[in-house]
């Protein structure tokens, strides 16, 4: 099974300064890369989906790169609503598998 | 509007079973592959297991194989999960979600604990 490896596990970050999360996968799942966010008590929501494209609804400061194997989440100026935690998935190979999450806190 | 609403968690001993079901509205139902997603509160989100939208083909992650059965009716909008031989470690809360390559659409959850 594919392995994805997020970092860092917690990012501190003051609002309205720029977030940069990473996810690893261990071998290439071409651009079939997806973003969840989660907070507290809630279900996760899609974010990003083909590694780059912004889901129904989602503000354009959330931007997402990458293929292959290495990708980047982008929050480019942090609001209250954003802390929260950030999975990827990758859907490219059965079964899907998920990071460990980055948690964005408040600095 | 999509809505995906799960139920069915409760508390069960070891090596008991439990049925989960997952009512589906707003869209096509048979149009879609289903997932179900676990996670154990304060941690990450696992895969389970997913079914094809005519229910002919499915996939299970290697914890619960043998031990998990996903179906769906799709005249009732319905996907289910019978778990069996429960495990401490398959307490959580159990989300279904909508396959749409990505998982665009996610219920709320229902909690299942394993305990004696």
């Known amino acids: 099974e594919i392995v994805m490896t997020q970092s860092p596990a917690t990012l501190s970050v003051s609002p309205g300064e720029r977030a940069t999360l990473s996810c690893r996968a261990s071998q290439s799942v071409s651009n079939n890369l997806a973003w969840y966010q989660q907070k507290p008590g809630q279900a996760p929501r899609l974010l990003i989906y083909?590694?780059?494209t912004r889901a129904t609804g989602i503000p354009a400061r959330f931007s997402g790169s990458g293929s292959g194997t290495e990708f980047t989440l982008t929050i480019s100026s942090l609001q209250s609503e954003d802390f929260a935690v950030y999975y990827c998935?990758?859907?490219?190979?059965?079964?899907?598998?998920f990071g460990q999450g980055t948690k964005v806190e408040i600095k | 509007e999509v809505q995906l609403v799960e139920s069915g968690g409760g508390l069960v001993q070891p090596g008991g079973s439990l049925r989960l079901s997952c009512a589906a509205s707003g869209f096509t139902f048979s149009n879609y592959a289903m997932h179900w997603v676990r996670q154990v509160p304060g941690k990450g989100l696992e895969y389970v297991s997913a079914?094809?939208?005519?229910?002919?083909?499915?996939n299970y992650a290697n914890s619960v194989k043998d031990r998990f059965s996903i179906s769906r009716d799709n005249s009732k909008n319905t996907l289910y999960l019978q778990m069996g031989s429960l495990r401490a470690e398959d307490m959580g809360v159990y989300y279904c979600?909508?396959?749409?390559?990505?998982?665009?659409?996610w219920g709320q959850g229902t909690l299942v604990t394993v305990s004696s």
């Open positions: 998935q990758q859907y490219n190979n059965w079964p899907r598998t």
């Open positions: 079914i094809s939208s005519n229910g002919g083909s499915t």
């Open positions: 083909g590694a780059s």
């Open positions: 979600a909508r396959d749409n390559g990505p998982l665009d659409y």
